[in-house]
């Protein structure tokens, strides 16, 4: 992969872990970088200011100002999933942008029935109708630090509990995918000619069954040496009174295979390389990050 060669770059939700990965992995290959929050998250924003990153406001909802911010650019990559930011394209268009990179997810492939990801296919096929000079990448799972809430909300739980159960059977298989790989690959994708018109699927390097990665969860957080496999019937029953961390469509699609599945062929310099050990591990190193200066500022509370 060739450098940016300073081309200018903007990213839009740079207030999520996403978004602001991208961010820096745009900083990392060289590209100038502007970046968009729609509500300032600011530890992100310093540590983007501290690598020179402009920062402005935007709101996808209302997303007359993007044009304003599109001037110059070479490329853009849109955090916010696909259904919100592709209202945007059209500005895109309009502004004569080289490049654009969206975020989809993997369900588009695993349950296209669901109308959530029904709507998120018909934002694809919307988004390169507009810009045939974009490319969309269909995440797995995306984990890595605890602005993706699914796994410290389970890393969360695990710790509270010497036995925790798994839904369904555990056998379907994962594949998340480090959320600063995901970075990577959209930074990747704004510099190579191949991806231009293209949909890639995701996923991390490792793939295991949900018992697996529950186990493997609960070995990072230091959590329960038991895990269950647990009747699905039974959780839905038990989101009544306790709390549990998937929501009832999730549940309903726990029996699925969540692998990456391929839509165009991604290329090497897309793929994913953090072992899911590694990701892990920088996840529960954050929340105990966080635990702690949380607990520091409630000692530091005046009485």
């Known amino acids: 992969m060739t450098r940016a060669a300073a081309r200018s770059a903007l990213v839009v939700g740079a207030g999520g872990a996403v978004g602001e990965a991208v961010a820096h992995a745009l900083l990392d290959v060289g590209w ?40 110059g650019v070479s490329g853009v990559v849109f955090a916010p999933i696909l259904t919100l930011s592709v209202k945007a394209a059209p500005l895109v268009a309009q502004a004569g942008v080289e490049r654009a990179v969206f975020f989809s997810s993997n369900n588009v492939a695993v349950d296209p029935g669901d109308p959530i990801y029904a709507a998120l296919a018909e934002a694809e096929r919307e988004a390169l109708a507009i810009l045939p000079q974009a490319t969309i990448l269909r995440p797995t799972l995306i984990y890595g630090e605890r602005r993706l809430p699914t796994l410290p909300r389970l890393m969360r739980l695990m710790r509270r509990t010497p036995v925790f159960p798994v839904p369904g059977s555990g056998r379907a298989l994962q594949q998340p995918v480090f959320h600063k790989d995901l970075a990577r690959a959209a930074a990747a994708a704004l510099l190579l000619e191949e991806a231009v018109g293209k949909i890639y699927a995701i996923g991390g390097p490792d793939q295991l069954s949900l018992a697996a990665l529950y186990r493997a969860v609960a070995r990072a957080a230091g959590g329960p ?66 635990s702690e200066t949380q607990a520091w500022r409630g000692r530091r509370r005046p009485a």
């Open 32 to 71: 100038r970088v502007t970046a968009t929050m729609r509500r300032l998250h600011a530890p992100a924003a310093a540590r983007l200011a501290a690598r020179g990153v402009r920062l402005l406001p935007l709101a996808l909802e209302a997303p007359a100002g993007l044009a304003r911010d599109l001037a």
């Open 225 to 290: 040496q038991v895990i269950l496999p647990t009747p699905v019937w039974l959780l839905n029953l038990a989101r009544r009174f306790v709390s549990v961390p998937l929501d009832a469509a999730q549940l309903k699609r726990v029996e699925e295979d969540k692998r990456a599945v391929p839509a165009d062929p991604p290329p090497p310099e897309l793929a994913a390389r953090t072992p899911l050990a590694e990701g892990l591990t920088q996840l529960a190193a954050d929340l105990s990050a966080a």
